[in-house]
């Protein structure tokens, strides 16, 4: 392994190189050849005035918040000949799950594609595309026949993948005796318990006051309200992403959580934004795409039907067919474990120079995918920057929920911390719902590959997703899914099937996210 000096040097050379050829990079270059026109550039003292320069102007600004979100996505430093997929999952069982996950996944897709005798893509005529251009705000009044199309897989199909892990190092003799076997998931990854996550977590301690909680706390909560809004105002002005990320640990105000967000993922909705997005809209309206029907499907089955989310049915279309179009999604698989889909140009079937990635984003969306926009679209009125934020959501967070890897964030980890913490903390009630066939897993999976979206109500999904993106990880997803058992623990001990537990557990629209966080992790009551 490289040391840390030799670490830092990897990781500042990779995000020049990322960051270089930019729309960003060139702008710098731009505004440092101008201002040497300036009188206050000396000669002398060029390279500390030019630095002063971009500093008052507000580009050293967004250079730090660039440099920000790519320490975000980049992938840990291994060792410098190590191969690139160890690089993308260092577990050689992990990838293999995942690979033969995809075949599975593009089998149905390409038989759904021969039964149903559509093609994965064809241009649209010329009248067709002049009469979407024309209803683009109102896709969902004149969708195509859906009957006969299925989502090429649901969570729970994900779920037996999951439960069927094995690894290959570990010795499975020992039968059923150990904790770590009482559970669904079958291996041992390293996740943390209760005083870890106190330690991780120390602003969510019941003396740390939190938007989103009524009293617990040592001041009153107007009082806080108040001083923080006049921060977050304070922090939204600087735009700097890190101080934002910390910030939205306590939450984020209602009326600033869509310029905190942006911030926090740096997205900046400039020109070639806007110019990227109606790119995409143009591929849209040439070209229809197979997938297009499942993005059709799966919002009718599930935000359509959301007393919250079916408002925004046009604009779920309009979000979800761009994404598909999005070939730059296609970076974030240099760090997930999954490997973007290909198909084959027709009648060159094997031939590998006529292959193509398939859809183009490389991700073929399942039942439950809309969901991951449909709480966006409270924030952002605008195409365009609610597209940036989605996009940008999906590649450092959402896809881990659906791809198989060792990433404390990663699905496997997220179901290993949940029954541990269930396990350890609740062992009665864990074991009871295991004696009747109710495996908790199971009840919960759904929650957590959505990060709970379509199941809390959104004012708490957003008081949720604050925490995402303030810690950086999906581990409370877990950790909220263990607060939920605990919370409804007395009625679930007397239940005695799974579907009477299902049925406990079936309305989370009135749970308040922050207090059940605050009580299962800090509290004595548990």
Request: proline content about 6%; some cysteine; glycine content about 4%.
């Amino acid at each position: 392994m490289m040391n840390e000096g030799s670490e830092l040097s990897v990781t500042i050379a990779q995000i020049v190189q990322r960051l270089k050829g930019t729309h960003l990079h060139s702008q710098l270059e731009k505004q440092a050849k101008e201002c040497l026109h300036r009188p206050e550039i000396r000669l002398e003292s060029i390279k500390e005035d030019v630095r002063k320069f971009l500093r008052a102007t507000g580009w050293e600004r967004k250079l730090q918040n660039a440099v920000y979100r790519e320490l975000h996505i980049l992938p840990p430093s291994g060792h410098p000949e190590a191969p690139l997929e160890h690089t993308k999952e260092p577990l050689a069982y992990m990838r293999k799950a995942q690979a033969s996950w995809e075949k599975r996944i593009l089998k149905s897709l390409n038989s759904m594609c021969t039964e149903l005798g559509v093609p994965l893509a064809r241009k649209r005529p010329v009248l067709e595309q002049k009469e979407l251009t024309s209803k683009w705000n109102e896709m969902g009044a004149d969708e195509p026949d859906l009957s006969k199309f299925r989502p090429v897989y649901a969570p729970k199909d994900f779920l037996e993948v999951l439960i069927n892990l094995k690894n290959p190092n570990h010795d499975h003799s020992d039968g059923l005796t150990a904790r770590s076997h009482w559970g669904l998931i079958p291996i041992s990854l390293s996740v943390r318990d209760v005083p870890q996550l106190r330690e991780a977590y120390p602003e969510l301690s019941l003396s740390c006051s939190q938007l989103g909680i009524d009293d617990h706390a040592h001041v009153p909560p107007d009082l806080f309200e108040s001083e923080h809004i006049r921060i977050g105002k304070k922090v939204v002005d600087e735009q700097d992403s890190a101080a934002a990320q910390q910030y939205s640990r306590q939450g984020s105000p209602t009326g600033l959580r869509a310029q905190l967000w942006a911030l926090i993922l740096n997205i900046t909705n400039d020109p070639e934004d806007v110019a990227h997005y109606e790119q995409l809209k143009a591929a849209v309206i040439h070209h229809d795409l197979l997938v297009d029907n499942l993005i059709y499907k799966d919002v009718k089955l599930t935000a359509s039907n959301d007393d919250y989310y079916f408002v925004f049915e046009d604009v779920l279309y309009q979000v979800l067919l761009c994404f598909s179009r999005d070939t730059a999604v296609l970076e974030h698989f240099s760090y997930n474990s999954a490997t973007p889909p290909k198909s084959y140009i027709q009648g060159k079937t094997g031939e590998e120079e006529f292959a193509v990635v398939y859809p183009p984003n490389g991700v073929i969306p399942f039942h439950g995918f809309s969901m991951y926009v449909a709480p966006l679209c409270f924030l952002y009125n605008e195409p365009c920057k609610l597209y940036s934020v989605f996009r940008e959501m999906y590649v450092r967070y959402f896809f881990r929920l659906h791809s198989i890897s060792s990433s404390p964030s990663g699905i496997v980890s997220l179901c290993l911390q949940f029954e541990r913490l269930l396990q350890i903390h609740l062992p009665q009630l864990f074991f009871h719902l295991q004696e009747i066939m109710a495996q908790p897993l199971r009840i919960a999976f759904k929650w957590m590959v959505r990060a709970f979206s379509g199941y809390l109500s959104t004012d708490q999904l957003l008081l949720l997703w604050d925490r995402i993106l303030g810690y950086d990880s999906l581990e409370l997803v877990a950790v909220l899914a263990a607060a939920v058992f605990a919370f409804r623990a007395e009625n679930l001990m007397e239940v005695t099937s799974l579907a009477s537990a299902e049925a406990v557990l079936a309305d989370l629209s009135t749970l308040k996210v922050m207090p059940l966080l605050q009580i299962f992790l800090f509290a004595n009551v548990i």
